[in-house]
């Protein structure tokens, strides 16, 4: 049965969500886009926009909406919005989908769960573990048997060396670099640009070189 995929969100990263679920479609994925819930926006590439959350639960009731996944990014309320949306969207009976686009290199025994978004050119190399509703976004790099926790956001170009730990709603930034080992804790964020050479506490933000 194809998905009917509701995006949360009607800016900038949900046009990207909805570009990737586009070329997976193209590459043969059963599933089309319903439209974006958001109280304001545009339609895009014809694109509708459905209504705000409150139209979820009718949406999905009448079959026009079977699948969500959030695109709101980091930088839009942050992973407590992004949480709420999946929240709400799961009380209205819709089912998480991953959108991983076709020029993403996923390796063997990678496990990403389900409402994540993997980018263009992203890597997720053997043995990860990618949790529910976490962004790895353009260019991110995760290497081999990390663990990346819930809604947690791989911003552009960073990196994760191996056996990494990224807590659950933690912000890697912009281009930032973590050594092989490493934890970053939950609701943490990881500068842009930074270089984590050390664990990072829970709620800590840390930038620079080394990150402090």
């Known amino acids: 049965m194809t998905a009917q995929v509701a995006i949360l969100g009607a800016g900038g990263h949900a046009r990207v969500v909805a570009d990737i679920l586009m070329s997976m479609a193209g590459k043969g994925a059963d599933l089309t886009i319903a439209g974006f819930i958001a109280p304001e926006g545009d339609a895009w590439l014809d694109i509708p926009l459905l209504g705000d959350d409150a139209a979820l639960a009718g949406l ?35 089912l998480p989908i991953s959108a991983i ?3 993403a290199v996923i390796g063997r025994e990678v496990v990403i769960l389900p409402g994540t978004a993997v980018m263009a050119l992203a890597a997720v190399n053997a043995g990860s573990r990618i949790g529910r ?14 663990v990346v926790g819930d809604f947690a956001h791989l911003a552009p170009r ?3 060396s191996g056996n990494v730990r990224v807590g659950n709603n933690a912000l890697v930034g912009v281009g930032a670099c973590v050594r092989q080992g490493i934890s970053i804790g ?7 640009g930074a270089v984590a050479v050390s664990d990072i506490a829970d709620g800590v933000t840390a930038k620079g070189i080394p990150a402090r």
């Open 60 to 94: 999905v009731s009448s079959g026009a909406v079977s699948h969500f996944i959030v695109g709101v990014g980091s930088t839009c309320g942050g992973q407590p919005l992004r949480r709420r949306l999946a929240s709400i969207a799961a009380d209205a009976g819709a």
């Open 186 to 192: 939950s609701d943490a964020t990881l500068g842009a």
């Open 101 to 103: 686009h076709p020029a």
């Open 133 to 146: 509703h976490v962004i790895v976004n353009t260019g991110a790099c995760i290497d081999h048997d990390a």
């Open 158 to 160: 960073s990196v994760l």
